[in-house]
């Protein structure tokens, strides 16, 4: 198999498009489409259905794209690996949850950027769940997300903890009164997200039926809270300033279901390049000994 029909394939999958996955691929479509059919001659079954609205994968395709995947980043680790002597260089993409990126990694990443001015550090957020699976499928090099994580491909390590409380409008004076609060709402990230899990089975232990109201950010989940629309569960020190200013409300839950780990994850098997044992090492120096040696 072409490597390069194979970059072409998992772009396509990613965008659902063969005009998006040209641009990404700084190509033109006929080159995308033309890659496409020649991989699929070759493997003998279609890998893309087509429709007015763009591709979408058939079940072959679907198998096939984890495969795909893991070989092109084995082709780029190989490169890197080449040519990775001397300081750190090259480029080091990661992820993180969007608390973790409000509360904790702002000094990582400045001193980083700072000390090594030759990587392009790239970090986008999402759910505990979406990165993990990022990772996997090795669209990102590792990711910051919550813990604990049993995953056969991922390898993790423990960076800090946090204690996780319920964040209420001040108008909400405990825990029990929740009860007596008709049509509830929790404010919340998308599916995924292991903050908002934890929310719903805290819920449903005491019984409470809710409607959920899913938003993209921390802030705008912090704004609503302090609005009155909706509860939520987070990191305490993200809310720590809102509940200074007497804008939100903050309660205690059980110490068991309060802690929480967040975790550093990459693949087992993924060069460790000198961009990412100097990461490694800047989030040492600010978080301290959790973080083991890569």
Sequence with gaps: MDVADLKAFEAVARHGSMNR????????????????????????VALFQRHVRGVSMTPAGQRMLPYAARIGKLVADARVAAMDDGPPRGSLVLGTMETAAALRLSPIVSNFARMYPQVRLSLTTGTSCSLAVDVAECR???????GPLDHPELHSETIFREE?????????????????????KTIVFRVGCSYRQQLEALLVERG??????????????IACVAAGIGITLLPRGVVTAAAQQELIAIHEISPEKARVETIFVRRHDAYISN????????????????????
């Design 21 to 44: 996955a040209a641009v990404e691929l700084h190509t033109v479509q006929s080159n995308v489409t033309a890659r496409i059919r020649s991989l699929e001659r070759e493997v003998g």
């Design 140 to 146: 990102l090099d590792g990711a910051f997300i919550a």
């Design 164 to 184: 996780l409380v319920l964040v209420t409008p001040r108008t909400i004076h405990s825990l029990e009164s929740l009860t007596s609060i008709p049509h509830l």
């Design 208 to 221: 409470i039926l809710v409607t959920t109201l899913e938003f993209g950010s921390l802030d705008a989940i």
């Design 275 to 294: 961009a990412m044992r100097a990461f490694v090492e800047v989030s040492r120096s600010e978080f301290g000994p959790l973080m083991a040696a890569a």
